[in-house]
């Protein structure tokens, strides 16, 4: 069923309470807290919620307005979906040409099945990331997802300030983020993140280095240096996999267990994390997304 003007007045009325934030949306729990590396799942409301609609609602405009920049393409995008009033020929190029990485269009769909959940998943990532309420650090930098699921690099990467130390210490975290929407255990597809990990972190933190190198003050101090602290396993530096699935693929408590196996020398504590993003249906909600940015097209 098509989404009308009435399905997005809603969800943009509750987004608007939460400030268009999803972290309030999720529960979160944190699971092992005492393994090496400790883990938060966090679950949506099950499908047909007004609060699963909000939060497919807070994605596509993340994404929409990160994709359009500075140009005008976000306020056309914005206007024609809340008013229902099509777009005219300039405006659906200029708007299109935002959409079709990774989305395709409504009259030249992805053929790549796999590629708009892992994209959401990357978003619902990001999006957690730049909300975190964590106590004593704030985020100093946070790379935001690319345009396309097959670009070379990390899928994540932030850098957190510790507040309370007499230098203001930086920490980062170089994240694997996957998706996983078949049916069965979680496991493989966490193994397979922390291989790739431990296979070609060195080659992203190299690509970060090159693409921040003018980066200013002293997180772009740290950007220089983040080859030599991963290799030294310096406790500035961290990792973590991240990967979005269905409510019925919710894995067990030793779910990350096998991560440190792979980075046996990140040994300090809060060195490795795990995130898990449950969602029912994990494809259809990324669908939804899409619906969205298509919405007016």
Same mark, same amino acid.
């Given at each position: 069923?098509? $989404?009308?003007?009435?399905?997005?007045?809603?969800?943009?009325?509750?987004?608007?309470?939460?400030?268009? @934030?999803?972290?309030?949306?999720?529960?979160?729990? &944190?699971?092992?807290?005492?393994?090496?590396?400790?883990?938060?799942?966090?679950?949506?409301?099950?499908?047909?919620?007004?609060?699963?609609?909000?939060?497919?609602? $807070?994605?596509?405009?993340?994404?929409?307005?990160?994709?359009? *920049?500075?140009?005008?393409?976000?306020?056309?995008?914005?206007?024609?979906?809340?008013?229902?009033? &099509?777009?005219?020929?300039?405006?659906?190029?200029?708007?299109?040409?935002?959409?079709?990485?990774? %989305?395709?269009?409504?009259?030249?769909?992805?053929?790549?099945? !796999?590629?708009?959940? *892992?994209?959401?998943?990357?978003?619902?990532?990001?999006?957690?990331?730049?909300?975190?309420?964590?106590?004593?650090?704030?985020?100093? %930098? /946070?790379? &935001?997802?690319?345009?396309?699921?097959?670009?070379?690099?990390?899928? *994540?990467?932030?850098?957190?300030?510790?507040?309370?130390?007499? !230098?203001?210490?930086?920490? +980062?975290? /170089?994240?694997?983020?996957?998706? %996983?929407?078949?049916? *069965?255990?979680?496991?493989?597809? $966490?193994? !397979?993140?922390?291989? #790739?990990?431990? !296979?070609?972190?060195?080659?992203?933190?190299?690509? /970060?280095?090159?693409?921040?190198?003018?980066?200013?003050?002293?997180?772009? @101090?740290?950007?220089?240096?983040?080859?030599?602290?991963? $290799?030294?396993?310096?406790?500035?530096?961290?990792?973590?996999?991240?990967?979005?699935?269905?409510?019925?693929?919710? &894995?067990?408590?030793?779910?990350?267990?096998?991560?440190?196996?792979?980075?046996?020398?990140?040994?300090?504590?809060? @060195?490795? #994390?795990?995130?898990?993003?449950?969602?029912?249906?994990?494809?259809? +909600?990324?669908?939804?997304?899409?619906?969205?940015?298509?919405?007016?097209?």
């Amino acid at each position: 069923m098509a $989404i009308t003007v009435d399905d997005i007045a809603r969800a943009d009325a509750l987004a608007d309470a939460m400030r268009h @934030q999803v972290s309030p949306f999720f529960t979160r729990t &944190p699971q092992a807290q005492d393994a090496s590396c400790p883990w938060h799942l966090v679950t949506l409301a099950p499908e047909g919620t007004q609060e699963r609609a909000a939060v497919a609602w $807070i994605v596509a405009n993340a994404i929409m307005r990160h994709r359009s *920049g500075r140009s005008t393409a976000y306020d056309l995008w914005r206007t024609a979906v809340a008013t229902g009033k &099509p777009l005219d020929q300039v405006g659906v190029s200029r708007v299109s040409v935002c959409v079709k990485p990774v %989305f395709g269009l409504p009259t030249n769909p992805s053929n790549a099945a !796999d590629h708009v959940p *892992g994209h959401v998943g990357e978003w619902l990532w990001y999006l957690f990331m730049r909300e975190e309420d964590t106590s004593g650090r704030t985020v100093a %930098f /946070l790379e &935001p997802p690319s345009w396309s699921v097959t670009e070379g690099g990390g899928d *994540g990467f932030v850098v957190h300030r510790l507040a309370g130390e007499p !230098d203001a210490s930086l920490l +980062f975290r /170089l994240w694997e983020i996957k998706k %996983f929407t078949g049916t *069965g255990s979680v496991s493989g597809t $966490i193994t !397979d993140a922390a291989s #790739q990990l431990k !296979d070609r972190g060195l080659e992203y933190l190299a690509k /970060l280095c090159s693409s921040h190198a003018d980066e200013p003050g002293d997180v772009g @101090q740290l950007m220089s240096q983040l080859v030599e602290l991963w $290799i030294q396993a310096d406790p500035s530096g961290g990792a973590g996999v991240s990967v979005s699935t269905n409510t019925a693929s919710l &894995p067990k408590r030793s779910a990350f267990t096998q991560v440190s196996n792979y980075l046996p020398d990140h040994r300090h504590p809060g @060195q490795l #994390q795990g995130l898990i993003v449950a969602v029912q249906d994990f494809a259809k +909600f990324a669908d939804l997304v899409k619906e969205h940015l298509w919405s007016a097209l």
